[in-house]
């Protein structure tokens, strides 16, 4: 009696330790796909940078954003099953609040290059990446892993020679730029925090919903609005619209609260990375040494943070 007991103990103990293994290895399987998918929406929100340059010389930049986000819900809208059901009040506030900090980024970082240049600007935005961690260990109370933070490092260097900075003292364009850094961080952690299972396309679509709201308010308010129906504004707004709106934060929501918030930042500064590639091929715009040494830096803190597997 007592072996088989003895037997019926270790054979338990061998299937509890080998769901254990399995899980590992889902949790591992889940992470590998949700940074690569992260890595795609970073490519085509790159691929967005030199088209809407081009559409904003047809369009102010508010009702641009205004027009953007409405038509990304329209076109979200028939994928989200069931939203009167999914509708309550918390989901609401916390698809709102996270849209909120996502406008506020926008908003500060389009009247920040008002005052500063361009490279300024994708610096200070990409910060983001320092700021992340920081939340992180002041919200969450958790620290990030040594890769992850070497990670941090690398991406930094890599936005300073990508982008070049200039450093004739803080304006107040830097400052505005600063204050979009921090909204995105926000955004960034909000998302991993406040995003639960299933309910991933009901909240992007309350983000870019409140998104478009806070837009057309602003735009009524803030600016001059102009808009010309060229062929190449209808075409960059509506690859935006579709592909980096609706497309683009539904997986983000679905796929970084899958990943830690910190790692996900990193991954993050690959966005100028790809935006530097497509203005390359689409407005000839050319890398520099400098550049390519920022683009290997920022590939290799992406590199170092998938490190975080291990230990």
Avoid at 241 to 255: D, K, P, S
Wanted: overall charge positive; proline content about 3%; glycine content about 6%.
């Amino acid at each position: 009696m007592a072996y088989f007991s003895y037997n019926k103990m270790k054979k338990s103990t061998v299937n509890y330790s080998d769901s254990t293994h399995l899980e590992n290895i889902t949790e591992f399987k889940r992470s590998i796909n949700a940074d690569i998918w992260l890595l795609v929406v970073c490519v085509i929100w790159g691929l967005s940078f030199p088209l809407v340059k081009t559409a904003l010389n047809d369009i102010s930049p508010l009702l641009f954003l205004s027009i953007r986000f409405w038509l990304g819900a329209l076109v979200l809208l028939p994928f989200v099953r069931g939203i009167k059901h999914q509708m309550n009040l918390d989901r609401l506030l916390r698809g709102g609040l996270i849209g909120l900090f996502m406008f506020l980024g926008m908003l500060f970082q389009t009247f920040g290059l008002k005052y500063t240049t361009a490279s300024n600007s994708g610096f200070i935005t990409g910060m983001a990446v320092v700021m992340v961690p920081v939340l992180v260990v002041l919200i969450e109370r958790r620290r990030p892993k040594w890769p992850v933070l070497l990670g941090v490092v690398f991406a930094v260097a890599g936005l300073y020679f990508l982008t070049q900075p200039q450093t004739k003292g803080v304006n107040k364009g830097d400052l505005l730029t600063l204050a979009c850094a921090f909204s995105f961080s926000f955004e960034i952690v909000f998302i991993e925090l406040l995003v639960k299972k299933n309910e991933e396309f009901f909240i992007a679509l309350a983000m870019i919903v409140a998104t478009a709201l806070l837009a057309t308010f602003s735009s009524l308010v803030f600016e001059e609005q102009f808009i010309r129906f060229t062929r190449s504004m209808v075409a960059g707004l509506g690859f935006v619209a579709v592909f980096c709106t609706a497309l683009g934060f539904t997986l983000q929501t679905y796929w970084q609260p899958k990943t830690s918030a910190t790692a996900a930042s990193v991954i993050y500064t690959s966005e100028p990375v790809f935006a530097a590639i497509f203005a390359a091929v689409i407005l000839h715009e050319r890398f520099d040494k400098m550049g390519y040494l920022g683009a290997g830096l920022i590939i290799a803190g992406m590199l170092i943070t998938e490190l975080r597997r291990k230990f």
